[in-house]
């Protein structure tokens, strides 16, 4: 049997939950591609999964204990094997992807369905950068699309500087949007250089204070309330958070606020298909969008990683190495 190295959760609970260890490599099977992963990331998708501190997110990882052990949702390698069935990828293809249902970017090698989240590396990006590129901007990507913004409409991004709020600002910028984006003092150069009209820093400015109106208010860091935002809405505004909120409060106005047709809150299910990839990747060939990196670990690092993740300041994205170049 062939082994391969890999970051493995057998419990939830704190990074230290993760082992690494020696593991079965995985098998393709026939509608499947086997991918020799290069980097993936660690973001907030793994870590709500490992910590399962929302009780919720056990629905989807495994009531009592995790189904699938080896956390990575997004990851960039090189096709090293394929299905019988597979024609749409060959072997040798640098390919990235996304896959939240059975995950496995934290190993040596993971399989996934050939038609799922998954495409080739445009020729500009590096192994790193293509493994930051769809983590935070399809839930950027869905909340935008469930604003239906239009050029030139005013949107705020509090959080402008998380994987969710830096893929905001550059994807709203390429949907022309006039974007003002909040953050800290230290980030403000970063979140000018992707595009933001205005910028507010939080910490030494209350952004619900601001004169301006917007058509959307994106809270990619969870960070406020409806309540409080709602002052800043235009009529029909939209507030999205992408927190449950107090009490899942953020469900529960989805539910109501619709009904009385003015301001309204909305909490979208993220999804991600072949088509968003392929969206993501065209973006990112033309150098519309261009993931935000902070640092670099090597798979040996994981737990590290995880507790620099979950001090919910990283800049951006935290990439893993794992193997190759
Ligand atoms: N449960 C899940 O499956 C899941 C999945 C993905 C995301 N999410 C949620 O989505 C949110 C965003 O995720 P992410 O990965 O984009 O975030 P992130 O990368 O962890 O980043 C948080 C960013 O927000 C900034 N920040 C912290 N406090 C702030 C405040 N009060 N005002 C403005 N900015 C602030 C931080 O910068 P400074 O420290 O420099 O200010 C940091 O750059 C998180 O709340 C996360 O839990 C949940």
Redesign the pocket.
Known sequence: MHTMPAAVYKNYGPPEVVQLMEVPKPIPKENQVLVQVYASTV???DA??RSAN?FI?RFWTGLFRPKHQILGCEFAGVISDIGKDVTNFSKGDKVFGFNDKTCGGHGAYLTMDASDALSTIPGNLSFEEAAALT??SH?ALVNIRAAMVEPGQNVLV????????SAAVQLLKHFGAVVTA???T??INLVKSLGADEVID?QTQDFTQTNTRFHFVFD????STFKKCKPLLTKKGIYIS??LGKNAENVFLAMTTPLWRGKRVLFPIPTINREDVDFIKDLAEKGIFKPVIDKTYKLEQIIEAYRY?ET?????NVVLKIGGK
């Open positions: 973001n907030r998708t709500g999964f929302y997110s983590e935070g839930y509090n959080g402008a500087t998380g994987a969710i709020g909040v953050c800290n230290k980030n939080y990619a860091v969870g960070k992408t927190e993740v919910g300041q990283k800049t951006g």
